[in-house]
């Protein structure tokens, strides 16, 4: 026998909500509809625009359009700029190691753990 359930079960309300249809919008082609509407109600609230505008803004209340930064934009060069700091390419020294590896050894002393083998050519590639 399942346990005593303490709660009453809910009537179900089928009752349909009798209500009529809103009326259809009709559009006429050349007619001007935003006019009327626009003309005679005020949709912008501008105060609070301008509040925000002086929360954000610095407390200036102005309303000041922005500039095209493209129109300041005079193209990329390939040129390194001057300010721009040249990357030395780190020196290292290779090493034969005993197990019969190369290993890159570093300018400050460390080395890199990954082990190459001397090709005939002598270019150096990395063990797979």
Same mark, same amino acid.
């Given at each position: ?15 349909? +909500? @009798?209500?009529?249809? &809103?009326?259809?919008?009709? =559009?006429?082609?050349? /007619? ?7 003309? #005679?109600? /005020? ?7 301008? @509040? ?16 095209? +930064? ?15 700091? /040249?990357?030395?390419? &780190?020196?290292?020294?290779? +090493? ?13 002393? /460390?080395?890199?753990? #990954?082990? =190459?083998?001397?090709?005939? @050519?002598? #270019? =150096?590639?990395?063990?797979?």
């Amino acid at each position: 026998m399942p346990p005593f359930w303490p709660f009453k079960r809910a009537k179900k309300n089928e009752e349909a +909500i @009798d209500e009529t249809p &809103p009326a259809p919008i009709v =559009y006429r082609k050349g /007619q001007d509809v935003h006019t009327t509407k626009h003309s #005679t109600t /005020q949709e912008r609230d501008e105060s609070a625009y301008k @509040d925000a505008l002086a929360l954000f803004g610095n407390g200036e209340t102005a309303v000041v359009a922005s500039s095209n +930064i493209a129109d300041e934009y005079d193209g990329v060069s390939n040129e390194p700029t001057p300010d721009a700091p /040249q990357e030395d390419e &780190p020196t290292f020294e290779w +090493i034969h190691h005993s197990d019969g590896y190369h290993y890159k050894k570093l300018s400050d002393g /460390q080395f890199e753990p #990954t082990p =190459y083998v001397k090709n005939a @050519d002598g #270019t =150096y590639s990395e063990y797979a």
